[in-house]
């Protein structure tokens, strides 16, 4: 079983810049997909970025790309998601997910395991 907790968010102008962490606790967090989803009221719930077991893989959504960027700490169990020059449309609850398929997957279903999320408010 793995249990994740998010901390982070809050409340920031638009240019701005957030991270977000989330701290793992739990047996394998070195061998686990994590990924950062997010979702917006009365939207779907979004991958925003996912890393691969070693962090040497990433992906970042067409929408943050250039402006996000996730990275993991394995010897802390922990994964960030760096937020720079943040829009209003970048406010959503972020969630952050562990997957056990080492394929690294984008797709929502195989996360298995997820935070409890945290608010990202964007003002303009």
């Known amino acids: 079983q793995v249990q994740l907790a998010e901390s982070g968010g809050g409340l920031v102008q638009a240019g701005g810049s957030l991270r977000l962490s989330c701290a793992a606790s739990g047996r394998g967090f070195g061998s686990l997909t994590m990924g950062w989803f997010r979702q917006a009221p009365g939207k779907d719930r979004d991958l925003v970025a996912r890393?691969?077991?070693?962090?040497?893989?990433?992906y970042h959504a067409d929408s943050v790309k250039g402006r996000f960027t996730i990275s993991r700490d394995n010897a802390k169990s922990t994964v960030y998601l760096q937020m720079n020059s943040l829009k209003p449309e970048d406010t959503a609850v972020y969630y952050c997910a562990a997957s056990r398929f080492v394929s690294a997957p984008t797709n929502r279903d195989a996360y298995a395991y997820w935070g409890q999320g945290t608010q990202v408010t964007v003002s303009s």
């Open positions: 890393v691969n077991w070693s962090g040497g893989s990433t």
